[in-house]
């Protein structure tokens, strides 16, 4: 079986977890190889260890629902169903509406029907002793293939019992993919909605003060005990540059980025990353390296880090003010300018 491990953390990283604090502090902290990524999470407060093994526990429930790769997850199922329906959980519904959504905003540019695709270029993936594997670029016949099952469907999203072109969704739970040979990730979204979910599961419990960082994609619940907001680094994403671009106090916000330097590989003196243009089969130009969203949720930060990339950065002001729970944007152009829109607290 082949994973892929993401390195996204060198891009955003929480700081002083553990000195930021006054001396009598305590906390709860791990990190582990989920969803294909490192998973830390770090609970501030005179808590039982069990409660961070149940919200890791929760991590890894969540990926068996939402993984393109496990056998027998919901999305697993959808896309070996044939075009058949299949009855799905309430929280895989969310998912994919929340990417249909954001397909409908991007005009189609996220596009969840891309999974043929992903999987065709499966970057960064490693065998079961982590080592990598070669990626290498697909070929023309490889390329239009995937692209055919493509499905374009948020165009076609139906929430009643008729079936239509692209994604139906019924009132039962019910997904069909109506071109039988369409496979969906959800990749692009699902762990911020699992970062979401563990940061409520962990309030319900009476936590006060947590950080959640799922690969990058990092929730901010509370202050630290010292009644300061965290601290987060945004550093750039050049391989030459070692400075932080500033550093971001969270509080009760979600900080999440993407960019194309995340996974990628070299062929031919020329390097393929892994945010694919649904249109053309290949990674997509634009003008945007990386982009860091502030919003009061993971799931938004994740959608709109990954359409920035996809759109650029003279369309993607435009479509996040059209997002309710955005906060603030850092763009970085492969230029090197950083652009800022939004409240950005940087310091």
């Not at 990283?13 to 305590?26: D, Y």
């Not at 954001?102 to 960064?124: C, K, N, P, V, Y």
């Not at 239009?144 to 493509?150: C, F, K």
């Not at 330097?261 to 390296?289: A, C, K, N, S, W």
Request: aromatic residues 6%.
């Amino acid at each position: 079986m082949k994973r892929i491990i993401s390195c996204i953390l060198v891009l955003i990283a929480i700081l002083t977890l553990l000195s930021g604090c006054a001396p009598q502090s305590v906390q709860v902290s791990d990190t582990r190889l989920l969803m294909d990524t490192y998973a830390s999470i770090t609970i501030h407060g005179d808590v039982d260890s069990q409660l961070l093994d149940d919200a890791f526990a929760l991590v890894e429930e969540l990926e068996g629902l939402f993984s393109i790769t496990i056998e027998g997850s919901d999305v697993w199922r959808i896309n070996n169903a044939g075009g058949e329906p299949v009855e799905v959980d309430e929280r895989t519904i969310e998912v994919i509406k929340a990417g249909l959504e954001f397909a409908e905003l991007s005009d189609g540019m996220f596009d969840i029907t891309i999974g043929r695709l992903t999987q065709l270029w499966d970057f960064g993936a490693v065998d079961d002793d982590t080592q990598p594997l070669q990626s290498r670029v697909p070929n023309v016949e490889e390329l239009e293939e995937a692209l055919r099952t493509i499905t374009q469907g948020y165009t076609n999203a139906n929430t009643s019992e008729d079936v239509v072109p692209g994604i139906t969704i019924s009132t039962s739970n019910t997904i069909q993919l109506t071109n039988p040979d369409a496979w969906i990730d959800l990749g692009a979204i699902a762990k911020g909605f699992i970062a979401d979910t563990v940061a409520e599961f962990l309030v319900e419990q009476g936590v006060s003060g947590a950080v959640i960082n799922l690969g990058g994609d990092i929730v901010a619940v509370g202050n630290r005990q010292d009644g300061s907001p965290w601290q987060i680094a945004l550093q750039s994403p050049f391989d030459d540059s070692s400075e932080w671009i500033g550093v971001v106090g969270a509080s009760d916000v979600a900080v999440v980025a993407s960019g194309i330097y995340e996974r990628q590989f070299e062929e031919d003196g020329i390097i393929y990353h892994h945010i694919l243009d649904p249109t053309t089969g290949m990674p997509v130009i634009t003008d945007v390296v990386s982009a860091i969203i502030i919003s009061e949720n993971a799931l938004i930060g994740e959608g709109l880090s990954t359409i920035a990339v996809l759109v650029g950065s003279e369309r993607a002001p435009t479509l996040f003010d059209q997002v309710q729970g955005f906060i603030g944007a850092v763009i970085i152009l492969d230029s090197g300018e950083v652009l800022t829109f939004g409240e950005v607290p940087l310091s």
